[in-house]
């Protein structure tokens, strides 16, 4: 799948995206899926290095816009713990909560504590996308949709 030039020239301008995932191939391969589309994506593994890429000084162009968070990250930080220091150190990066054990109830659960939108893994590669670039276009609120 290659990006239109306007639908990439939009994403490059948006800000970067970084992804958390201690699955070392789902992590590579969300990463490429968002380069593919256009978009500057980092990955990491882990809660503690996330929080260090994100309290590194950057220029507002290359700040990153979204966070795309697996909540259960064993051995470390829980996706809910890196949330909340998130919403403290920078509460405008949009945050999407990802894992392969959400309930119903957990993803009011996830909305309620402030996460803007919800991936249930293994995501298509349309739904990753399609929730990334909501989260770009839409201010931070309360009324977030959540998706699947």
Not at 87 to 111: E, T
Request: net charge negative.
């Amino acid at each position: 799948m290659k990006p239109s030039s306007e639908a990439s020239a939009h994403s490059r301008a948006a800000g970067r995206i970084l992804v958390v995932d201690d699955e070392p191939h789902v992590l590579a391969v969300a990463v490429a899926i968002l380069e593919s589309q256009g978009f500057r994506a980092v990955g990491c593994p882990s809660g503690e290095e996330a929080l260090q890429i994100l309290a590194q000084p950057c220029p507002d162009a290359e700040r990153f816009r979204v966070l795309v968070l697996d909540i259960t990250l064993p051995g470390g930080m829980s996706g809910f713990d890196v949330l909340e220091i998130v919403k403290v150190s920078d509460p405008d990066l949009r945050v999407i909560a990802c894992s392969g054990f959400f309930q119903g109830d957990a993803r009011d659960l996830c909305q309620a504590l402030g996460f803007v939108d919800i991936l249930t893994k293994p995501y298509p590669i349309e739904s990753l996308c399609a929730v990334v670039r909501r989260c770009l276009m839409r201010d931070r609120s309360p009324s977030s949709a959540v998706s699947s």
